[in-house]
């Protein structure tokens, strides 16, 4: 039986409070079960990791395990719609990256209303870019077409240790890969956090991206202005503020574009983070185009060299510490940051299984001041998940 190793930035997501990717898609008709598992069964001859569990394979080693049971399907029925529903997490059922558990959970849920398709897949196995390829290839051998197809090359991102490497330090970390060593992460238990949304205009993306380029004399992208506003927003909602302490926002960065080692079609998590700083009261005097040129700065170091040195960082971390220490590994500052992921192009389009696209949808996460950039009729929508005493 063939075991795939894990890339080094897979660990990031595995063990507790490792975060999967897990959507829900409310359908206005009633979607076809046998029809959906039959074309998951001939999507799933493309995308086989779909179907895996993690073994360990040494002290300081998983990998991904096909199994039958590595992917669960299930079928439920609910009284209520999507749109009434009071708890939509009963539309989904995420997974676990932890050793033994199955990597990725199919939930349908036929309403009153018509379908609901949940999916969660651990993100050791995909980023958002691998996930929708996924759903859509999925929709489309529904139909009968023809996909896109996925390339599996995650030999190519296990970087060759050479020579004798010191001890590897948080500041090491933060300063390669744009993440925090900190405290072992922890389950959140229910009704820690609580969602706050922020609905951003068109005009008002723009009037935005106007003030903070009248300060700034480099090019700024509307998601350097949107991710400089979130940051001054809510990071000093929860902040630790005694001592003047550093202030984070993290962004993730797909590196399929610069890192030639591998295809555009890449099937896996393909990240790397950047991440900016300033203190706390220096945040709170900062125009829009200050910290917009501090994050737009940030990007700008993800380049094939910084993939390849957080990759190697980070898999020359485990090689020294073992597994248990990607438990530590945080995508934003546990005290004093945020993350903030642009998902605002979601491919919605792509997601018809037969009877036309979903109609609404939700993004689930467990990340505490984790904040969503997503589609919104005229602009984008700010999901921004808060501590529940924010």
Known sequence: MKLTPLAPIDYAFTGVGSHPITFAFAY???????????????TLIHFPLLRSRLIRVAADAYAFLPAEDGLIFEITQSSETFSDAADLDQFVSPVASTEGQPLTRVKLTQTPGGSVLGVSISHALVDGFSYFHVLSSWARIAGGARILEPAHQRDALIPELTGRQGPITAEDVLARCGLFWDERRRDLPDGALREERTHIPKAQMKHLLQEAQATCQIP??????????????YVPRWSERDNNPLTYVTLPFDFRRPLKA???????????FVTASLDYESLLRASLGDLALLVRQAVGRAKEDYVWGSLQTLEGLRRQRGL????????????????VTNISRLPIQGLDFGTGVPTRFQAYTQI????????????????VFLPDSA
């Open 28 to 42: 206005e008709d009633t979607l076809d079960p046998i029809h959906l598992r039959d074309s998951l069964e001939k």
């Open 220 to 233: 700024l992208t509307n998601n350097d202005v949107i991710t400089a506003f979130v940051w001054k927003k």
């Open 262 to 272: 591998i295809s555009r079609t890449f099937f896996g998590c393909a990240l790397c």
């Open 324 to 339: 248990g220490v990607m438990e530590e590994i945080h995508v934003r500052h546990p005290r004093s940051g945020i993350a």
């Open 368 to 383: 505490l001041g984790g904040a969503g950039i997503m589609p919104a009729q005229d602009g984008v929508e700010v999901r």
